[in-house]
């Protein structure tokens, strides 16, 4: 059977618009998927934004309103990237436009606003909605991930998951919309990048409990466009500590957003040890899978040891990649959207999937909680 095609649209013409519609162009790199992704419009209130997606010969349509766009019957799929405080909007539009959506985290600028979203969703029929997140889909992180599910790990002790730039280490760097509670919400850090240390663990079942928060504003001023300094109110680095359980047993479980970790500019790690194994994986070498195990040395006898492997191309959805060479950022990207509309195209089988609405949800609660944690100096449920 031949793929059936899907025209899509994006609403924001900034960094991962752009990431998106360079990913689309590499479809034929995915061996045997059952859709054909075309991109056929594009959304920006800034028309400059615009400009670059005059080279891709699909898009027929360029437009500074999203109602226009929402308003074309031909459309089928949506990717929204903009600023948290206008995600509540698009979403509802587009998700009452009868549109698929691919919606960027943290979906929504806080809870109200996710619970605003799903609501949208429940009361339009037949909607398909996911939240963005593709680090896991690394080949590295899916190994861990199938490693985890094993049961490999025998009783899990502690597991953690983390995501790391330094970028604002340079005090120097203008103020941005990330920094300021108006457009990016109180949780700071965690809506900015939180989805991508929770991904994995809310996948894995492992709903905190408890949560500890940690949270630090380190920069408090940036300078404005004119060079005079401007508030930065919003978390820089959060640390969330937790409780939560695996197979009925409880665990330690951390996951911690940074914009200031020195030596880091983009890089996500996964790690979960147990009685009887362990495994770590992280993108600063994205080839590489750490396992864990008690082995038989010899001449020496029985001993602990971190083994590593080469994890190769392959993660969800099988390319045309050689097995031997090694995935990056792009890759991930291609393959999370592999996902997400096989998904919708109710073919995903068992696959590792995107992030659903309800998970996403989640997570403005367990920021909520953590923030809560942080101004009293305990340990907090998050809210039902």
Known sequence: MSARTVNVAIIGGGL???????????????????????LVAVCDINPTALEWFANIDTVRLTTTDHRELLADPDIDVVYIAVRHDLHEELYVDTIRAGKALLAEKPFGIDRAAADAILTAIEETPGSFVRVSSEMPFFPGAQWAIDYVRSGALGRLIEAKCTF?????????????????????????VMNDLGMHTWHVPLRLGWRP?????????????????????QPCDTWDNAVIHSRAEHEGVPFALTTATKRIAPGEKNTWEFEAIGMSGGVR????????VQVFAVVDVPGVGREQSWQRIDSGSQSVWPTVTGPNFEGGFSDAILQMWAAFLAEHAGVLGDRFGTVRPDEAALTHRIFAAAIASHENGALVAPEA
């Not at 790391?164 to 700071?188: E, M, Y």
Request: glycine share 8%; charged share 30%; proline share 9%.
């Open 16 to 38: 991962m618009g752009r990431e998106i519609a360079a990913a689309l162009r590499r479809w034929p790199a995915l061996v045997d998927h059952p859709v054909t992704p075309r």
């Open 209 to 229: 409990e408890r949560v500890f928060g940690v949270l630090q504003d380190i920069v408090t001023e940036r300078p404005g466009p004119d060079g005079v300094l």
């Open 281 to 288: 994986f992280s993108t600063k070498n994205p080839k590489e």
């Open 164 to 188: 790391l730039h330094a970028s604002d280490l340079d005090t120097a760097k203008p103020v941005n919309w990330k920094r300021q509670k108006q457009f990016c919400g109180d949780a700071g």
